[in-house]
């Protein structure tokens, strides 16, 4: 399996302050991605980076920003977190070429 | 911007029978992408399909893909109780690569 982890794994917050969650990958991998999952939604595309310093907006971006200085490390950035973010956040790494994207374990996040 | 829709989102079987799973996508994709979810845990690749008239098999799953019809289909044969989980497909359109809904699948003695 790809070594991708994501951390936190779970987070409480409150309604209002800045939260960041990390993707790590070990795999050299140039495409990384951010999606939320709630119920009756799938995987919802938030951001998606191309390589270092390279990203662009998915489906859902707004209230969300990303950075990626590093080709091992996708950050995902709430600047002032809502309840509506409530949810669980998945990070994925891919090649770019003819295999499968490999997800983290995912991190759940809650806003109270 | 490319969509993934799947059909159905809820399917109940019994052990023993076969079933469809259906995946449309809207616009051009360069791959398609079968994966399976089981509760609380993370996503679990099943199969690439990277060209029209493509067919995967593993165990009792079969994958095909129609790039004409914009349709991918996994199909069930005599499911199990182990079967049971959620299955999502996704395509990629330049690397942007978009979910469907998941169908829950569970299977019944």
């Known amino acids: 399996d790809a070594g991708i982890t994501q951390s936190p794994r779970h987070k409480v917050t409150e309604t209002g302050t800045p939260v960041t969650l990390r993707c790590h990958q070990t795999e050299n991998h140039r495409y990384m991605y951010w999606y939320r999952q709630d119920p009756g939604h799938g995987l919802r595309l938030i951001h998606y980076?191309?390589?270092?310093?390279?990203?662009d907006k998915g489906e859902v971006s707004d209230g969300y920003s990303v950075s990626r200085s590093k080709t091992e490390d996708f950050l995902l950035t709430l600047e002032s977190a809502t309840s509506s973010q409530t949810s669980v956040y998945f990070c994925?790494?891919?090649?770019?070429?003819?295999?499968?994207?490999?997800f983290g374990q995912g991190t759940r996040l809650t806003v109270v | 911007e490319l969509k993934v829709e799947q059909n159905p989102l809820f399917l109940s079987m019994q052990e023993g029978k076969n079933y469809t799973i259906y995946c449309n996508y809207s616009t051009t994709s360069d791959r398609l992408y079968w994966y399976r979810q089981d509760p609380g845990k993370s996503l679990e690749s099943l199969f690439v399909?990277?060209?029209?008239?493509a067919v995967k098999q593993e165990g009792r799953l079969m994958a095909s893909l129609d790039t004409k019809a914009r349709l991918s289909t996994l199909h069930i044969t005599a499911a199990v109780h182990d079967l049971s989980a959620t299955y999502f497909c996704?395509?990629?359109?330049?690397?942007?690569?978009?979910f469907g809904a998941g169908t829950r699948l569970t299977v019944k003695p």
């Open positions: 996704a395509g990629d359109n330049n690397n942007d690569m978009r």
């Open positions: 994925a790494s891919w090649t770019g070429r003819l295999t499968e994207a490999f």
């Open positions: 399909l990277l060209s029209n008239g």
């Open positions: 980076s191309y390589g270092v310093k390279d990203t």
